[in-house]
């Protein structure tokens, strides 16, 4: 037995291209929307840089970008969640209700977060004991949840609920706290996803779960782990969501599941999960997604063009980044 | 007279990233050769045949098929055109039936208005099947019903049709039972003697001086040189051919040379009266310092054995025990020092689609925690040691495994468990797809193993090393153990085959 190997030779511009591309396509996409819009919102005579515009836009990304990075944790397992929308929804609508009621923010969100958990074990767990995909017990909760809130709307008998004003929601509104609460999030998860085996089994399951299970990994558990991650995500996500209008409502978290998948793809997240899974995509992927969102009407675009644009944009980093190159099965 | 050349490749080159799988290698085939192509793992021999077929582009160079410029789109592409190739792993397409495997991407041929015609394919596909002779499998049956070498003839058979011209099988002989083995070569030699060419990748010595016509060796993705049937047949050309393939001698010790029998008389693993489908009240004691080798044709139950003694089958009856404790589940064989090198290496033993690093340290991520972080360095370095050990071919841990050749995805996922520090290994055909220079480093290592006081487990299909390595041998057929010896100098393969078949 001898040294090591090596076969050390520089790498080309294109077998770099070829290595780097779903990050250099995110990435790109990302710098070319910051350049875009600088230039065409300046030719209109306003800025995306102006103070209210970088307000309006943390606004915009931070409920995304907190959601998606716990979601990170759910796609490195080859796993999809649709029930995140309705999931915030729920834990907005909850915590205005319960902190009414008792007045306290902080009871208000460990209520939530039980719940959060309960419902992060069953996703997590229904599709490896029953045997079907993931997503699907995902749907099962989002139909769920979306009757709960109509229950709890119908019975209240409003479609619109506001936080007493005795219980202070200012620090949510606040840009910098903001952006403090996502470098939090994302360094935390980041540690967990990166230097523990609860982000390095999730990576292996979803690259392949045979091998994985074979190497000692408890699937079950190592399956179930990540969804406590989302489940706190979820519920800091759902503060800010309810904090910046102090209310809730029957649609609030309606379609956020799709802001998610979208905002990840577009950062270059492979949605078959496994190793090549990263962090960065959340925070890129939001990030573009919002400067879509707010960038396209500030330059005159429609609001109903802007969902072409933006599902045309998405086309065509699904295209560059989630193409496989597999090749046809020989006969 | 020389036949007409049937493929040629010129100034042929292929870079994988950074590594160079083939540096400007010129490769002639002619009609009626049964071309042997040998040498080291990674050494270009299957990335070749595999440009030639359609599975990947070359980097630079010129190929030439039947005279004409040869530029394949896909794998389907130069099937239609007649080089077809027997891939090394199962690449069987899982939840359809056997006939929808044989005619995948022809359905065409049996559809009306979009509607498939399956009566009609499944008929045709039993035809082709029968006329392989291997009727034993019905066309109509879902594909997952059959074992690893069963789905292995399917492939052969969706492979080769009466077009095809060039067949390539690249380390397929490993993965087929004895009876797929003589369907294979029979097959072989009958497409040499109607002018068609074969081209055979084995790292199995004596297979290839028996079935090959010609031969080529590779190294380093060069190639080193040609002989003919005459110099195959030389006195010495065996001890040559080893010296092409690895660029120096290897020396005469191969397997061990003792035969010192002694282990502890600890016991290290035990399987107690277990039972499971056709396995029938089975015991086994494995001890420390010991290595029981079980051999048998593929389907005889041994592999079984070895999933039991790993915890990966949920027993009918009786029990696994090591150190007192019950094994149920990997989990558990893991955390009580036991290591499972499993025969489907590509689908259970390693994750293609992660790095060479990664796959090393998965066992050995609870042992490299501390207060739940885990240190990259720490990764690296018991990841370094393994690829020294292994003398893996690749750029760094970071590496993917799916880059790599067949036998250094082997060492990789060897090296998980020497990592790991496993006291129990169990290895089930560890050596397939290996090179005779990395075997025999296996080989010293298994023996250094027992040396340490470690039981081994080696299931294989090769007799020759079960014999060459194992103190105990276990013969098994049709799910019984039909006969056991102790090591000796005077075993003899064809003193066992009687006992497997």
């Known amino acids: 037995m001898t040294a090591m190997v090596h076969e050390k030779e520089k790498q080309t511009p294109a077998q770099w291209l070829k290595k780097h591309g779903s990050s250099v396509a995110s990435i790109g996409g990302l710098l070319f929307c910051l350049i875009f819009f600088t230039i065409t919102t300046g030719i209109k005579g306003e800025s995306i840089w102006s103070a209210s515009k970088l307000s309006t836009l943390i606004g915009d990304v931070i409920v995304t970008a907190l959601m998606a990075v716990g979601a990170v944790f759910i796609y490195s397992l080859g796993n999809m969640d649709v029930s995140i929308g309705k999931q915030v929804g729920l834990y907005s609508t909850l915590l205005v209700l319960v902190g009414n009621a008792t007045g306290s923010l902080l009871i208000a969100i460990l209520v939530c977060l039980v719940i959060a958990v309960i419902i992060g074990v069953i996703n997590g767990a229904a599709g490896e004991l029953l045997h079907m995909y993931s997503v699907i017990s995902s749907v099962v909760f989002m139909m769920v949840l979306s009757g709960v809130s109509t229950i709890i709307y119908s019975n209240l008998g409003t479609r619109n609920i506001s936080m007493n004003p005795g219980i202070s929601l200012t620090l949510f509104r606040q840009p910098w706290f903001m952006v403090l609460v996502l470098a939090i999030e994302y360094a935390v998860i980041g540690y967990f996803f990166y230097f523990t085996k609860f982000g390095k089994y999730a990576r292996a399951i979803g690259a392949n779960q045979l091998a994985t299970s074979q190497s000692g990994v408890n699937i079950i558990l190592y399956r179930v782990i990540p969804y406590m991650f989302l489940a706190v995500c979820l519920v800091t996500a759902s503060l800010f969501q309810m904090g910046y209008t102090g209310a809730a409502s029957d649609s609030t978290g309606t379609g956020f599941e799709m802001n998610v998948m979208v905002s990840l793809i577009l950062g270059g997240m492979p949605l078959k999960g496994g190793m090549k899974s990263r962090l960065s995509c959340a925070i890129i992927g939001s990030l573009t997604f919002s400067l879509l969102a707010v960038g396209l009407p500030i330059i005159g675009v429609p609001t109903n063009m802007t969902f072409i644009i933006k599902a045309a944009i998405f086309l065509v980093v699904v295209l560059i980044t989630c193409r496989q190159k597999t090749g046809p099965l020989p006969r | ?501």
């Open chain 2, 1 to 501: 007279m020389e036949k007409e050349i049937l493929f040629e490749a010129k100034h042929m080159r292929k870079e994988f990233g950074p590594t160079i799988a083939l540096k400007d290698v010129d490769f002639t085939l002619r009609r009626g050769e049964i071309r042997g192509l040998v040498g080291e793992n990674g050494s270009g021999k299957s990335t070749i045949m595999s440009i030639a077929s359609g599975m990947q582009p070359a980097t630079k160079g010129e190929m030439f098929y039947k005279g004409q410029p040869w530029n394949p789109g896909s794998m389907v592409e130069a099937q239609d055109a007649g080089i077809s190739m027997i891939l090394q792993e199962a690449n069987t397409i899982p939840g359809v039936t056997v006939a929808q495997n044989i005619f995948s991407g022809h359905e065409a041929e049996f559809s009306t208005l979009g509607i498939i015609n399956m009566k009609k394919m499944k008929a045709q596909a039993q035809q082709r099947l029968n006329s392989f002779g291997i009727s034993h499998i019905k066309a109509g049956d879902p594909i997952d019903r059959y074992t690893f070498e069963d789905r292995k003839l399917v492939e052969i058979v969706r492979c080769v049709t009466d077009e095809t011209e060039i067949l390539v099988v690249d380390e397929t002989t490993t993965a087929l039972s004895l009876e797929g083995r003589e369907i294979l070569y029979k097959l072989i030699h009958k497409m040499a003697d109607e002018g068609k060419a074969v081209v055979f990748v084995s790292h199995d010595m004596d297979e290839i001086l028996e079935q090959c016509t010609d031969l080529t060796v590779l190294r380093d993705g060069e190639i080193i040189g040609h002989l003919t049937r005459e110099e195959m047949d030389a006195p010495d050309s065996v001890k040559n051919i080893r010296y092409m393939m690895v660029g120096r001698e290897i020396g005469d010790k191969y397997y061990r040379e003792d035969y010192d029998t002694s282990h502890s008389d600890e016991v290290a693993l035990e399987l107690q009266d277990v039972t499971l489908g056709k396995i029938q009240h089975f015991n086994l004691k494995l001890h420390k310092g010991e290595i029981i080798g079980m051999g048998g044709l593929s389907g005889c139950g041994m592999h079984d054995i070895g999933r039991i003694a790993y915890g990966l089958e949920k027993l009918e009856g009786g029990r696994v025990i090591r150190n007192g404790q019950e094994i149920k589940t990997p989990l558990q064989a893991i955390n009580s020092g036991i290591g499972y090198i499993s025969k489907n290496r590509d689908s259970e033993a390693l994750i293609l689609n992660g790095p060479i690093q990664d796959n090393i340290v998965l066992p050995s991520i609870p042992a490299l925690e501390k207060h739940t972080f885990i240190s990259p360095r720490a990764e690296k370095k018991l990841s370094d040691i393994e690829i020294g050990n292994y003398r893996i071919k690749c750029h760094g841990g970071k590496q993917y495994v799916n880059t790599l050749s067949g036998g250094n995805k082997q060492k990789v996922s060897f090296g998980k468990w020497t990592a790991k520090g496993s006291e129990v290994i169990i290895m089930d055909c560890p050596t397939r797809g290996v090179d005779i220079g990395v075997k025999q480093a296996m080989y010293a290592l298994i023996e250094e193993m027992k040396k340490q006081g470690k039981a081994i487990l080696m299931i294989s299909e090769e007799l020759s090393e079960l014999i060459g390595m194992a103190d105990r041998l276990i013969i098994m057929k049709d799910f019984e153990v039909t006969h056991q010896v102790e090591r000796n100098p005077d075993l003899r393969q064809t003193d066992l085959i009687e006992y497997m078949i």
